[in-house]
C-alpha cells in the first residue's frame, strides 16, 4: 500500500505524500544516514548480547514489534545457553521495561545524549574502546584535516574536552559512579549493544551519541550488535511515466513546508506543520485530503487545530474502517476492509538480522459494504485516465500483491516460513551457494505462501562493509560527512541550515558530530515545574486500538488502572501540592488542559508527570468514545530541530487539584 500511494501521487501530479511519523524506526533511519551512508533502519542481534543499555527505548512496550521483543526477553531469561545477558534501563520513567530490567537509572528528561558521550569518555579516557575496529572502519574519530588543508576536530578530541563525568553527571542527574561502573561494564561485557528512543527537540543528536557508543565497542556488524538485514527482493514496478500537468505540479513545494516555517534540514514529511499551512492556503489552497490510517484530529499535536484546518478542505475523504474523529469530519467516507477481511503484504519491522514478508489473507468475507483502499485508489486512476491511468494498470490490489511477491520466487535465495529448527538446514545451503526451491513454478510457491504465512531470509553474511557503510569515506562516520553536506550550505540541502552552524568550521565541526543539546522548551520553570512524559502502553501502542474492551481492561497493571486515564505523580510532589491518590487534577500546559486521576508512585522522578496517550477519543465507537482524556491536547507541538520528528518529550506542565 505504501508504494501503491507513493505511485498513485507521483502518477497524478502530487508532491504532498505526506507520512505519518514512525519515531523508532523513523529515527533509525537517520541516524543510519548520518553514520552509514543509507536512509534505512538497522537492526539489532540481541539474542547474542550480553550487554543491552537502553536509553528510554520501549523494549517490553509499545515498539516496532512488541511479540519479537517479548519472546526475546523470555530466551534471554530463560533459555539462552552461557552467562545471562545485563539488560540497563536508563529512563526518566519507571517503565515495565525499567521494571524488568536488571538496573534502571533514572536520568533527567531530554538528556540520554550526555549520558551516552559521558560512557563513551569513560571508554576512551580508559582505553577501553575496541581500537582494532575504530582504526580500521571508522572516519572521524581523532581530528583531521581536509583536501583544502583545513583542520577540522574530531570525535574523540571533542568527547574528552566536553563530557567528562562531573559535568555528565550535573547535566543528566545520574551519579558519576554509576556512569563510570556501567560504562566499565558495557567496555567489557561484549558483545554489548546500545540502543535508544529520545524524544525531545535533541532527539537525532542523542540517537547518534547513542549509536556511537557501538562503534566504539566494535558492535557493528557482528553478532550481538547492530546488524544491516538484506533488503526484501519483491520485483520491481516499472517508473511512472509522467505527462506535462504532472511534471508541474510535482515541481510545486509541498504543503508540510510553508514559507512561515523553515522545515528542519533532514526533514522529509513534517505533518505537525500541515494545519497552518491550510489555514493560510500557503504556499497554495488545498484541494483535497484522502486519509489512509490517520487521524490526525485525535493524535496529532494540538489536534483541534487540524480539526479546524480540515474545514478548509473543499474535498476530505477518509478511508478509515471506523468511525473515528478525522473520519467524523470528512466529506467522503470510502471505508476500508477490517484487518480480517482484506489482503495486505506484512514486511517485518527491521528487528532481526534477516529479512521476513508476512502475507495477511482475509479469513472472513467483508460483513459490510467496504472495499480494499488500494482498490478504490486503482479504480479512481482509471477514472482519471492518461498517465495515472498507464501508471496503476493492475484490476486489483490483489494482482498488485502477487506481481510484487514473485520477485521473492524469483531472487533464488530465502524460502517459504518453515519452522524455527529447520532454519540452519536452509541458511547452511545458502551459504555455500545452493538454493533448494520449495515450488516448482510461482503458482505453487504463492499456494505455499498462502499455507505457510510468509517468506524468509535466515542468512546473515558478516563482514560486507561496502553494505553496511555507504558514506562517502566507506565506514562508519563520527564526524557526518553527509551532515556537513547540508548543514554547510543554508540555502541546499533538503531545506536549510540550523544554528549550530552559523559561525565558521568550529561549530560547522560540532553540529556534524554526536553532541549534547539542552533541549528547547519555552515554558518558565517556576509556571511549568514538570516534565510530561507520554507512555505509550503495550495494551494501546496506536489511538486505533482503543475500540478493543479487553485492551482497555488490561492498561496499565502496574498502576492498577483500567479504562480510564492517570497522571503518574511522585508522592513527596504531590504532597506539595496538596494532592492524594485518586484525587482529580488538572494537566495544564501552555496550549491545553486535561483533568485526570492522579496515581501515586514512589518509582516516579520528582519533577516528572506521566499521562498514557491513545485515550480520550470523542468517537472510534463504544468502547473508546469518552474513555480517559487525550493527552496529545497538551503538546507543544515541537520537533527535533534536525529531522523534524516530533518531540512530544520536549512540553513541560504544571499539576493542581480540580
Keep these: 500500500m505504501s508504494e501503491l500511494i507513493a505511485r498513485f501521487c507521483r502518477a497524478y501530479g502530487t508532491p504532498n505524500d505526506i507520512r505519518l511519523p514512525e519515531p523508532e524506526l523513523d529515527l533509525r533511519a537517520l541516524v543510519a544516514d548520518c553514520m552509514h551512508g543509507q536512509k534505512r533502519a538497522f537492526a539489532y542481534d540481541l539474542e547474542n548480547a550480553n550487554y543491552i543499555l537502553s536509553f528510554s527505548f520501549p523494549l517490553l512496550e509499545a515498539n516496532a514489534s512488541p511479540v519479537r521483543m517479548l519472546r526475546l526477553y523470555g530466551y534471554l531469561r530463560q533459555e539462552r545457553p552461557g552467562p545471562r545477558a545485563k539488560i540497563v534501563q536508563a529512563e526518566s520513567r519507571f517503565s515495565l521495561s525499567a521494571a524488568k530490567a536488571d538496573e534502571w537509572v533514572p536520568i533527567r528528561p531530554g538528556t540520554e545524549g550526555a549520558l551516552a558521550l559521558g560512557i563513551a569518555y569513560v571508554l576512551l579516557r580508559e582505553g577501553m574502546y575496541d581500537r582494532s575496529f575504530v582504526d580500521a572502519h571508522t572516519f572521524g574519530f581523532d581530528d583531521w584535516v581536509d583536501a583544502a588543508g583545513v583542520p577540522h576536530l574530531g570525535f574523540r578530541s571533542l568527547v574528552l574536552r566536553d563530557y567528562n563525568l562531573d559535568a555528565v553527571a550535573r547535566i543528566t542527574g545520574v551519579p558519576v559512579a ?39 565497542v566494535g558492535s557493528i556488524d557482528t553478532p550481538g550488535g547492530v546488524v544491516f538485514p538484506r533488503t526484501l527482493p519483491l520485483q520491481r514496478l516499472p517508473e511512472v511515466e509522467l505527462d506535462a500537468a504532472a511534471h508541474a505540479s510535482l515541481a510545486l513545494p509541498r504543503l508540510d513546508r510553508t514559507p512561515q516555517r523553515e522545515a528542519p534540514p533532514l526533514a522529509e514529511n513534517v505533518p505537525a506543520f500541515l494545519p497552518e499551512a491550510i489555514r493560510r492556503g500557503q504556499p497554495y489552497p488545498a484541494g483535497a485530503l484522502f486519509l489512509y490510517y490517520a487521524n490526525p484530529a485525535f493524535s496529532f499535536p494540538q489536534p483541534q487545530l487540524f480539526a479546524r484546518a480540515l474545514e478548509k478542505v473543499p474535498l476530505v475523504v477518509s478511508f478509515s474502517p471506523y468511525v473515528d474523529e478525522s473520519t467524523l469530519l470528512a466529506d467522503f467516507v470510502l471505508p476500508d476492509h477490517t484487518p480480517l477481511e482484506r489482503w495486505e503484504d506484512v514486511p517485518a519491522p527491521p528487528v532481526t538480522p534477516y529479512p521476513m514478508l508476512a502475507v495477511r489473507q482475509p479469513v472472513v468475507e467483508p460483513l ?124 541546499g540541502g533538503s531545506g536549510g541550515g540550523t544554528g549550530a552552524t552559523a559561525g565558521g568550521t568550529p561549530e560547522l565541526d560540532l553540529a556534524c558530530m554526536p553532541h549534547f543539546e539542552s533541549p528547547q522548551a519555552t515554558e518558565p520553570l517556576e509556571r511549568y515545574p514538570f516534565h510530561l512524559i507520554l507512555v505509550r502502553s503495550l495494551a494501546l501502542p496506536s489511538g486505533r486500538n482503543a475500540n478493543q474492551p479487553f485492551l482497555q481492561e488490561i492498561l496499565e497493571p502496574r498502576l492498577r488502572v483500567r479504562w480510564d486515564s492517570w497522571v503518574e505523580i511522585h508522592p513527596h510532589s504531590a504532597e506539595l501540592l496538596g494532592i492524594g491518590d485518586g484525587d482529580l487534577v488538572w494537566v495544564e500546559s501552555p496550549v491545553g488542559k486535561v483533568r485526570a486521576r492522579a496515581r501515586l508512585s514512589s518509582a516516579t522522578m520528582p519533577d516528572v508527570v506521566n499521562m498514557p496517550v491513545n485515550l480520550g477519543h470523542m468517537a472510534h465507537g463504544r468502547w473508546a468514545r469518552g474513555i480517559g482524556v487525550n493527552a496529545m491536547e497538551l503538546l507543544t507541538g515541537r520537533h527535533d530541530t534536525l529531522s523534524g520528528l516530533p518531540a512530544p518529550g520536549a512540553t513541560r506542565v504544571r499539576v493542581y487539584r480540580a
Design 178 to 216: 554509576t556512569v563510570l561502573r556501567i560504562a566499565k561494564e558495557f567496555g567489557t561485557r561484549r558483545p554489548a549493544v546500545a540502543l535508544g528512543l529520545p524524544t525531545s527537540t535533541n532527539a537525532l543528536y542523542s540517537a547518534m551519541a547513542i549509536h556511537a557508543l557501538n562503534a566504539l
Design 368 to 491: 459490510y459494504n467496504t472495499m480494499h483502499a488500494g482498490d478504490v485508489l486503482l479504480r479512481l486512476a482509471r477514472a482519471v485516465g492518461g498517465a495515472p491511468a498507464a501508471a496503476m494498470s493492475w484490476n486489483s490490489f490483489l494482482d498488485l500483491l502477487r506481481e510484487s511477491v514473485r520477485g521473492l520466487y524469483e531472487a533464488r535465495r530465502g524460502s517459504i516460513a518453515e519452522p524455527f529448527h529447520r532454519t540452519p538446514w536452509v541458511a547452511l545451503l545458502e551459504e555455500r551457494g545452493w538454493w533448494l526451491p520449495a515450488a516448482s513454478s510461482f503458482e505453487e510457491f504463492w499456494e505455499l505462501l498462502l499455507d505457510k504465512g510468509g517468506w524468509w531470509d535466515p542468512v546473515y553474511s558478516f563482514g560486507e562493509w561496502d553494505r553496511v557503510f555507504r558514506t562517502r569515506s566507506r565506514k562508519f562516520e563520527f564526524y557526518s560527512l553527509r551532515l556537513r553536506e547540508v548543514l554547510a550550505d543554508p540555502g
